[in-house]
């Protein structure tokens, strides 16, 4: 520890003093010094635990200092506020930021923050009948009324178990005492197979979906008295290779056809190919995993990993195209393996990106970041507006254009002027990011020239999570067709979540119903199969 004495020992000091008839101002001015030291001594040793991470960066240790000041930062200088002091600007909200003021006026009212009791369509129901009076029964209290009945009145209990559960069935069974002869009851269920498409579907939905290692829910089901190996969890979604091979294949063609596609790159790790990477010499060595989004009707989420990265996996969903389309918008940030493509796009730039970048020069150049910040910030609340409004892709541009494009030609006139007349240092911070919106400002701006394109790439960079929460948990892949498998499970459950439509269900049915997926995969896509499986089980529908 940085501190030598306790805090105790400071507060006997202070003590002793007052007993002793000190000056009372002297006494609480002593004190004030103490807090003060105790104030940055627990800093220090904090500084000292985020350093030995390793992971730290200046931004995290300057909002650990502020926080431990008791106070934040001002955007103009690092002096503290003081009453004379004029108010430093209010920061525009974050285009990141969901809940960004939306041009409304009113408020959004404030809510309780509980679930009604028909927001579980998911409990089952127990239905309570009284026991002691029933309908018709005269009233106990004043023996004069009929009992009539009300609408029921809900409770809830909710209970645990684990993931996967476990009935065992005892089959009685007799035998001949004078021949060979066995007979053995049926079962009330089909005994095939042990494991139900049901448990499949649930374990690649923990595993893929929310991260959870295999050891862990091993670990897990054995508590509970149902072991589970992991040798067994990985055959068993391993099984479902069919399904899961027809579907993704076909929201690859779905996604195809879609006017806008988002894509982004985050790092894997494949053991196999690490390997590689060490014993061979291969062509690449870099590991991706590439995530897309395509924009449409439905929305369709498509995860690649692997070698290649996000601009070849878009030629790879491009090539199932269909000719004679419009040429697809292309939202990426401005990362060069995003561009090297080789189909026709009209590619669009990020500008959270533009955003964060100058917002982390708050600090030191501050009049020149709020001005970048609060031109994004007006630009995000007309977005948010045409939103608001249900607008579509050209009531959307013109809007834009009459209302963003004054600002964003303002931002562009700033930033040339920075760097013409060379108002900022050459090889300085500000001049590299007024340089940034310089180089990307054709992709930046497409919104004001296109219908339907977006501003930012954040809706992709929220769901490419996913994949990074598996790396975190499940650290890697063993093999490349394990990495590839498995993003495209995600990439189903995924598509599933985001069109609110449970996963483990339309996982469990494109098992059961395996050979029509194949011979028709538009029937069984995650917003059509309900419907599919609501004609199989009328027999009218199936005639006419």
């Avoid at 029964?137 to 684990?162: N, S, V």
């Avoid at 996000?310 to 000719?323: L, V």
């Amino acid at each position: 520890m940085t501190k030598d004495i306790d805090y105790a020992d400071t507060q006997i000091y202070l003590q002793h003093f007052r007993h002793k008839g000190c000056d009372d101002e002297i006494v609480a001015n002593t004190e004030g010094l103490f807090n003060l030291c105790w104030l940055n001594f627990d800093m220090i040793d904090q500084l000292k635990l985020e350093l030995e991470k390793k992971t730290v960066n200046i931004v995290r240790l300057k909002e650990l200092i502020s926080g431990m000041n008791g106070a934040t930062s001002s955007p103009d200088d690092g002096e503290e506020n003081t009453g004379d002091t004029e108010e430093a600007p209010e920061q525009p909200p974050s285009p990141d930021d969901k809940n960004a003021n939306t041009g409304n006026s009113r408020s959004k009212p404030k809510g309780h923050g509980r679930r009604g009791v028909n927001d579980y369509p998911g409990a089952e129901t127990a239905v309570c009948d009284h026991g002691e009076y029933a309908e018709g029964d005269t009233c106990p209290q004043c023996h004069l009324g009929i009992l009539r009945p009300e609408l029921p009145k809900i409770r809830l209990q909710f209970d645990g178990h684990a993931p996967l559960t476990a009935t065992r069935y005892e089959l009685e069974t007799l035998s001949c005492t004078m021949c060979t002869y066995t007979t053995t009851a049926e079962a009330p269920v089909e005994l095939t197979q042990k494991y139900t498409e049901q448990s499949k579907a649930v374990l690649a939905y923990l595993h893929y979906a929310m991260g959870l290692p295999y050891y862990r829910l091993a670990k897990m089901q054995e508590m509970q008295g149902i072991p589970i190996a992991t040798s067994t969890q990985s055959d068993l979604i391993a099984s479902m290779v069919g399904p899961v091979h027809a579907m993704f294949n076909h929201l690859v063609v779905l996604a195809a056809q879609c006017d806008c596609l988002y894509q982004d790159d985050t790092g894997v790790r494949i053991q196999s190919l690490i390997q590689e990477n060490k014993t061979g010499h291969p062509a690449r060595k870099g590991m991706y995993t590439s995530g897309f989004i395509a924009e449409g009707e439905h929305r369709i989420l498509l995860y690649f990993s692997g070698r290649a990265h996000a601009g070849e996996n878009f030629d790879n969903i491009i090539s199932r195209r269909e000719a004679g389309q419009n040429t697809v918008i292309r939202m990426a940030d401005a990362l060069s393996a995003n561009g090297k493509h080789e189909a026709e796009a009209q590619s669009a730039k990020c500008n959270s990106h533009a955003f964060r970048r100058f917002r982390s020069l708050l600090g030191c150049y501050p009049e020149a970041s709020l001005f970048v910040l609060k031109t994004y910030g007006r630009v995000y609340e007309f977005d948010a507006d045409c939103k608001t409004r249900a607008m579509d892709a050209q009531a959307r541009l013109a809007y834009h254009q009459t209302h963003s494009k004054p600002l964003m030609d303002e931002l562009e006139a700033w930033f040339n002027q920075v760097l013409s007349e060379e108002k900022a240092e050459p090889n300085g911070v500000l001049a590299a990011e007024c340089q940034y919106l310089f180089n990307h400002w054709e992709g930046l701006t497409q919104f004001l020239r296109i219908p339907g394109a977006p501003l930012d790439n954040n809706a992709l960079e929220a769901m490419l999570k996913y994949m990074i929460m598996y790396r975190k948990n499940s650290q890697s892949f063993k093999t490349a067709y394990s990495a590839e498998y498995g993003s495209r499970i995600v990439s189903i459950i995924v598509t599933c979540m985001s069109n609110k439509i449970d996963a483990i269900d339309y996982l469990t049915q494109l098992q059961l119903n395996e050979a029509a997926l194949w011979s028709n995969p538009e029937a069984w896509t995650p917003w059509q199969y309900q419907q599919t499986l609501h004609q199989m089980n009328t027999p009218a529908l199936n005639v006419a």
